[in-house]
């Protein structure tokens, strides 16, 4: 790995665990979830990085690809928040997620995440079989009597690729594949009271840009140009709707139509069941050495 690439995953872990700590201290009842969110986002350009994805508050039963919109007054309450949020630096990604449990009965649940993240980070080095990574996740979750939630999982960190290769599962897949140095990536545990599964609901407020295409209407070419901008990454419909206004509506559904960004809807858990999420980001270098990138 070049070593000025290897120097931007460092920073963007840095700032992203700087990041998330801001935000964790910003999750109280009664604040505003959409200020909030724009604080933190404001926070990572002011600490000179880019977001690698809009920043993410998910709550209760949902587990993730959940982003308020520019109009939704909702605030926190009796809830159990999971922040999540990354951030790049010319590419290179730190991602990070944390869960605080602003109801006051689910703090096991909050530990289990955490606990398992923090055991599976023992057992990560060169050689480490994927599998083994998601047994200990899996084992540890279920030793507070709850389940992991098996179609989520954490994932390389490409350059401006939030997901690629190794996935890194959250039970004992049979993934014989080995951790290697050179590798980038994020362990990402969500644990559930619930059955263990999520699925897709609800309108997506996340994008990603898929394919360059060209496209006949003037707005959505204006629209198409400011998403190119993005670099590939995730990006809010809440960027684009203060920016352009309504107009940006019809843009993504025609862009949608078109195959030219990708829709991410909410992932909710399929029994409603409370999930909570524990995340940092790994770094293997070149000559072993595993750097935890978003660690404090």
Known sequence: MDEQIKTN?????KISAEALEYGKSLIKKGNSILETTELIEKKIYELGGKPAFPVQFSCDEIAAHFCIEEDDEAVFDEQVVSLDL???????IGDNAYTVDLSGKYGDLVKAAQKALEEALKIINVGTELR????IISDTIKGYGYNPVRNLSGHGLG???IHTKPTIPNFD???KTKLQKGMAFAVEPFATAGSGVVHEAG??????LEHKRPVRSPITREIL???ETYEGLPFAKRWLTKKFGAKANFALRELAQLGIIHQFPPLVEVSKGIVTQAE????IDDGGEVIVLTKN
Do not use: R
Request: no cysteine; aromatic share 8%.
């Open 9 to 13: 995953y460092i920073t963007a872990g």
């Open 225 to 227: 140009k400011e998403i």
């Open 173 to 175: 897949d049979g993934n």
């Open 203 to 208: 309108l997506p407020t996340v994008f990603m």
């Open 159 to 161: 350059l401006y690729n």
């Open 132 to 135: 083994a990574i998601g047994k």
């Open 280 to 283: 940092h980001s790994i770094l």
């Open 86 to 92: 990354g951030v790049h630096v010319n590419g290179a």
